[in-house]
C-alpha cells in the first residue's frame, strides 16, 4: 500500500443545510394606531417559505400578498381592503401580473355551523370610508387574493395571512371577469368563506370616487416600492432561477435588467437600485424608471 493511500482517509460527503431566501426589510418604524384600532400583521418567515417552495407559475401570485402584509405589519389597520387592492394591483402590474379589484359579500362559517357575514352587494361609502368588502383577482392564473382577510377576528385566531385560491373566470360583456352572484368557497382551517361576486358596477363605484382618484398616485407609489422589495427577494439565491420560469416577460426582463445591482430603501420606505439610466450613467432608479428593452409588456393596469 503506497503511503499516499495509507494517509488518505474516507469522507461522507455533507449536504449544505438549505438557507431560506433573504426577504427585504424596509427601514420604518411601526407607529402607533389610533383608538385602539386592530392593526394588519404579516410574517416574512411566512413569505420567505413561499420563496423557497413555491412552483414558478406561483411565485409572484403568492409571495406578493404576503410580503405586504409582512411590510405593513403594525403599521396599518386591519380594514384597509380598497387601500390593500389598489397598492397590490399596482405591485402585480410591476411585475407583468394583471389584477382586478373585486367587491364581494363574504360569508365566514365554523364547523359548528354558525357563522358571519362581511361586505355586501351593494357597498356604499360614508365620506371616505368604504362600507365593504374586496379582493383582487388574477385573470391570467385565476386566482382569488384576499389581502386583509385578517381583519376579521375568527380568520385572524388561525393565522395563515392572506386567502388565496383558485377561481373560474369567464369575461362577460360588461367587461366583468366572474358572474354577479357567483360563489368562490375556500377553506382556513375549520372555516368555510364563501365570496360572493358583486356587479362591475360597484367595482366602479370604488375605482371612479374621488376618495380612490385622490390617492391613485400613492397606491401607485407603494405599489412600486412593494414590487421592488419582491423583486429584490425574488433574484435572491435559490428563487431566482424558478423566477426567471415564471410566465410573466415583464418580471424576467426586470429580474435581466436588476442582476446584482445594489439597491435601498429610504426611510420614506421608496426603493431604488443603482442602475444606468438611459443615457447609461448610473443613477438610484426606481423600479417604474429602470429602461428595458421595447419589446417588455408595460406593467399594468393599463389605459
Known amino acids: 500500500m503506497s503511503k499516499q493511500k495509507r494517509g488518505r482517509k474516507h469522507r461522507t460527503p455533507q449536504q449544505r443545510a438549505p438557507r431560506h431566501p433573504s426577504v427585504p426589510r424596509p427601514r420604518r418604524a411601526a407607529p402607533v394606531l389610533p383608538g385602539g384600532m386592530m392593526p394588519l400583521r404579516g410574517s416574512l418567515d411566512h413569505t420567505a ?3 423557497q417552495h413555491a412552483q414558478p407559475d406561483q411565485l409572484v401570485e403568492l409571495v406578493l ?3 405586504w402584509a409582512a411590510l405593513a405589519d403594525g403599521r396599518v389597520p386591519a380594514n384597509v381592503c380598497v387601500d390593500a387592492c389598489m397598492t397590490l394591483r399596482n405591485a402585480y402590474g410591476q411585475l407583468g401580473v394583471r389584477a382586478e379589484l373585486q367587491p364581494v359579500d363574504l360569508a365566514v362559517r365554523g364547523k359548528d355551523g354558525g357563522g358571519t357575514r362581511y361586505g355586501s352587494l351593494t357597498p356604499s361609502w360614508s365620506g371616505t370610508v368604504w362600507n365593504g368588502h374586496c379582493v383582487l383577482v388574477l385573470p391570467d392564473s385565476e386566482r382569488i387574493v384576499d389581502a386583509t382577510v385578517e381583519q376579521f ?3 385572524r385566531a388561525i393565522g395563515d395571512g392572506p386567502m388565496i385560491g383558485k377561481v373560474a373566470l369567464s369575461t362577460h360583456d360588461d ?7 357567483a360563489q368562490v368557497i375556500l377553506q382556513r382551517g375549520d372555516l368555510v368563506l364563501t365570496y360572493t361576486i358583486a356587479g362591475p ?3 366602479a363605484s370604488i375605482v371612479e370616487h374621488p376618495e380612490a382618484v385622490a ?5 401607485h407609489r407603494t405599489g412600486v416600492n412593494v414590487a421592488s422589495f419582491a423583486l429584490a427577494a425574488l433574484r435572491g439565491e435559490g428563487v431566482r432561477g424558478r423566477a426567471m420560469q415564471a410566465p410573466h416577460p415583464r418580471l424576467r426582463a426586470l429580474l435581466r435588467a436588476v442582476g446584482d445591482a445594489p439597491y435601498e430603501a429610504d426611510e420614506a420606505g421608496d426603493v431604488r437600485f443603482r442602475l444606468p439610466d438611459q443615457t447609461g450613467r448610473e443613477q438610484w432608479l426606481r ?3 429602470i429602461p428595458l428593452p421595447p419589446t417588455t409588456p408595460t406593467a399594468w393596469p393599463r389605459p
Request: no cysteine.
Open 153 to 155: 377576528d375568527e380568520v
Open 215 to 219: 390617492h391613485a398616485d400613492g397606491h
Open 287 to 289: 423600479l417604474d424608471e
Open 65 to 67: 400578498p404576503h410580503l
Open 175 to 181: 367587461g366583468s371577469l366572474m358572474e354577479p352572484g
Open 201 to 203: 358596477e360597484v367595482v
Open 49 to 51: 417559505l413561499l420563496l
